[in-house]
């Protein structure tokens, strides 16, 4: 991991940070040599490419990739919206912008690297160390709905919209917001909330480390939604596998259930509530160790263990819905679990 590469222009992210942008990414993130070389590589700004008017600069490109390329693009500092339209070209517009100190020679310093290869486009920031000086490269781009979209930032909300192609979008210190994505594989952020609205995919791979996870229209084969200081709320979902989870948050399902499909709720303090529709079966298994258990739905094959009069103690039900053919897990430790029928 090069925790190196991120430290520039002032803007004081923590090696912490890097470290765990490094961690989230991956193989789909630059190697450590890539990195040195991104630092190492020419000024990509040339003349006549882009406007200047004092604290900020612009700079467009447009890349002919045809209807199914492919986006990667990585950023430092500054927010990232990527929109699926028509056409066979992306469009690039970066706009370099000082927000403390420095002056144009200072936005020149900043790089953008880009290139073009068999419809693959690469777009990459590097800022050099820069004292006293504050500035970021905010992103809007158009792509072909159909084009593949990665997306990495470290200081930055990232935001992308109507695209159907594989979708990869990963943020340390800002918000993750997806709609209209037909092939979602991964949205995370470390210091940040992700919201997805109508999203779709085969595995969905969607997780915080303080923030929260919102989830509305979610469609999946598979999904792992996990924070660990905040709520992971999913509703009018639809998944044949789910495994939802927080360590210090709620955690609320509200959709389907798949014949056959597995799902796992868990939080250690916070709350689980699950209003299920449809007339798919299932087997449950919850317990709590100092909140209640309750479901609204009629279950048969019902084993209770009630909770002592004196001191706390782990209270469990099981029962059947139906014919029993998924299979719901629920645990929380000081929480309260509660199952209401949808309709």
């Given at each position: 991991m090069n925790k190196d590469v991120f430290m520039s222009a002032t803007i004081r992210i923590s090696v912490v940070l890097v470290a765990l942008l490094s961690a989230a990414r991956g193989e789909?993130?630059?190697?450590?040599?890539?990195?040195?070389?991104?630092?190492?590589?020419?000024?990509?700004?040339?003349?006549?490419?882009?406007?200047e008017s004092g604290s900020q600069q612009t700079w467009s490109r447009t890349f002919k990739t045809g209807p199914h390329g492919a986006l990667e693009l990585w950023n430092l500092a500054g927010d990232v919206t990527v929109v699926g339209g028509g056409g066979d070209s992306i469009a690039v517009k970066a706009i370099k912008r000082l927000h403390r100190g420095g002056g144009p020679s200072d936005l020149d310093r900043i790089e953008i690297t880009a290139t073009e290869t068999a419809g693959r486009v690469s777009i990459r920031t590097v800022f050099p160390e820069m004292k006293h000086v504050s500035a970021e490269v905010e992103f809007h781009v158009q792509v072909p709905a159909e084009s593949a979209v990665t997306v990495q930032t470290v200081s930055g909300d990232v935001g992308v919209e109507k695209v159907t192609g594989a979708v990869v979008l990963e943020s340390?210190?800002?918000?993750v917001t997806v709609s209209g994505a037909r092939r979602l594989i991964r949205a995370k952020s470390v210091s940040g909330d992700v919201?997805?609205?109508?999203?779709?995919?085969?595995?969905?791979?969607?997780?915080?480390?303080s923030g929260d996870l919102l989830?509305?229209?979610?469609?999946?084969?598979?999904?792992t939604l996990q924070t660990v200081s905040g709520s992971v709320i999913a509703s009018g979902a639809a998944c044949d596998r789910?495994?939802?989870?927080?360590?210090?948050?709620?955690?609320?399902?509200?959709?389907?259930?798949?014949?056959?499909?597995r799902y796992d709720f868990k939080s250690h303090s916070g709350d689980i509530r699950l209003t299920l529709g449809g007339s798919t079966g299932f087997?449950?298994?919850?317990?709590?160790?100092?909140?209640?258990?309750?479901?609204?739905?009629?279950?048969?094959?019902?084993?209770?263990?009630?909770?002592?009069?004196?001191g706390p103690r782990t209270q469990r039900l099981q029962g059947t819905f139906g014919d029993g053919s998924a299979q719901v897990d629920v645990a929380t430790f000081s929480g309260s679990v509660v199952l209401a029928g949808g309709k």
């Open positions: 789909a993130g630059p190697d450590r040599d890539a990195a040195a070389a991104a630092l190492a590589g020419p000024l990509a700004l040339q003349a006549g490419a882009g406007a340390v210190s800002g918000d919201t997805l609205t109508d999203a779709a995919g085969e595995a969905l791979d969607v997780n915080s480390v989830l509305k229209g979610l469609k999946a084969r598979g999904c789910a495994e939802m989870k927080s360590v210090s948050g709620d955690v609320e399902y509200s959709g389907s259930l798949a014949p056959g499909g087997a449950l298994s919850a317990s709590t160790f100092s909140g209640d258990l309750s479901s609204q739905l009629p279950l048969s094959n019902v084993r209770e263990s009630e909770r002592p009069r004196h």
